[in-house]
């Protein structure tokens, strides 16, 4: 598949979203602020069966999560938002409806979890994705879900990221198409054929309640794998809870994202993307430059 | 590499043994009477200069727990028990002394993040190694330790575990070469060179504190790159603290154990091998015999 890929089409006022449940069950309180927010925005919300299931660490049995997505697809969605993360979506890749899914071409928002589906997406379609808030978190951050909003109806800034000098780690400038998502998920994919293309991509990553040691133990994943010796940038995002009991969590972290990178990659860090409260929305599968002396990450270049 | 390796040679009494620290760090009092109880078995115990090191969560950074493996080989060790787990081994699995190790021909002890040095043995010398406790744990079990003591003198029985119906989840004999160690450390060795070889093999897996959607994770990354389709058993040990929170978990867990491997392959759980307090040593590289009629797992067959 082509790694740069196509951005869906902007959603007008009154446009069907569709709510579907990939991998675990969400809290119905957040689930309905969430709900309510996209139809105070002027979205038709379209809710798939199993959204309000729970089966252990699961909405669902994978049969139920997989109709659920249909589902939505038969009403007419043009963008389908995850409920939210937790595990579930690698378990779907191996059925999922992929050519359905490239002429469908609509808008895929998530994240955490989601990043199995951003890859199975990169893999099997022309489509972009959106990398982003979740309707369970809909309401933590206005910003940023200001921010999904405007890239459902193409109103979004070419400037993704401002950085800040105390991001950068290994200056530079680099072009590639953005690929990644959670640290964890993404090196649950190496072997399959969901995993990314790495060769000259911007790798975003973010993880959440990973101690350092187990951080470590992906990024030698990926090293040993080969995996990183070719991508052009690597950009950090919000690593929650991951340096509890970890006496310098930062300067150690940075430490292994310079090993993981090689010699001639970009590498910034600390980006407001990811589990923390802050979760600015980008685009995974298009051109993206990482310019450390012009302080950006922006679409394009 | 040939799957099939060979023991090394029985230790005797005032051979030298080496403690080693390719992970993290020890509690010191928990060393001291480990060691005390190789003393008391009659070896001369040598421990590597980096084994009281703590530099975060390795002891000692790579080099020196690079040295230290290097400094017992050249005191004349004959086996190299692990201080113990946590994380640090793979890091080292790009720059380790394969072919010394191969032309030394002792003995390889641990489990847990050990793992990753059984796979390293296992895709680079034509040596077994000995799954089984570390000294950090040897007066954890009495008699898991005298076991590893039978194990390093020649004297181990060929019944390595009697099986309880209870602990079977598909039936059937099934003969081939033990591979494994714990689920986490192998499944971030895919794609790396030195990922086990999975094919015919009887794949032992264990671990500890992971939930059971990451046991699913972790198992479905397995599926996903196809690396169990033609394994002939897998034997499942203790998965400690993995259920936390979790209804159902024994059955959730034979569930996952089933659907990973081939519906050919003979399935048992609960083994008392791993992170548990019974930790009874087995031989990785050696061919043995699955029977769930005659209800043992035992050398050879």
Chains 1, 2 share one sequence.
Request: a positive charge.
């Amino acid at each position: 598949m082509k790694p740069v890929r196509r951005l869906p089409l902007p959603l007008r006022r009154g446009a069907r979203v569709g709510v579907f449940a990939p991998a675990g069950p969400v809290a119905i309180p957040r689930l309905r602020r969430g709900v309510e927010r996209l139809e105070a925005e002027g979205f038709r919300v379209v809710e798939a069966a199993n959204v309000r299931s729970r089966d252990g660490y699961l909405a669902g049995d994978d049969e139920a999560r997989l109709a659920g997505l249909e589902e939505l697809l038969d009403a007419g969605v043009e963008a389908l938002l995850a409920s939210r993360g937790g595990f579930g979506s690698a378990r779907l890749l191996g059925r999922l409806p992929w050519e359905r899914l490239t002429s469908w071409g609509g808008w895929l928002v998530g994240f955490s979890d989601l990043t199995a589906l951003h890859a199975g997406m990169a893999a099997c379609t022309q489509l972009a994705t959106l990398h982003g808030p979740m309707v369970a978190t809909l309401t933590r951050h206005e910003g940023s879900t200001r921010r999904l909003f405007q890239w459902l109806r193409g109103e979004a800034p070419e400037m993704l990221f401002r950085l800040t000098s105390a991001q950068v780690v290994r200056d530079g400038v680099a072009r590639g198409v953005a690929v990644g998502g959670n640290l964890s998920v993404l090196t649950s994919l190496i072997g399959s054929r969901f995993e990314p293309d790495w060769d000259g991509v911007v790798l975003f990553l973010e993880d959440v309640g990973e101690p350092l040691y187990r951080l470590d133990r992906m990024l030698t994943q990926l090293r040993l794998a080969s995996r990183l010796g070719r991508i052009v940038a690597l950009v950090g995002g919000r690593f929650v809870g991951c340096g509890r009991g970890e006496r310098r969590f930062r300067e150690r972290w940075r430490a292994l994202l310079a090993e993981a990178a090689p010699p001639s990659a970009v590498v910034v860090e600390g980006l407001p993307f990811g589990h923390g409260t802050v979760n600015t929305p980008f685009p995974l599968g298009i051109q993206v430059e990482v310019d450390t002396r012009r302080r950006w990450v922006r679409l394009g270049g």
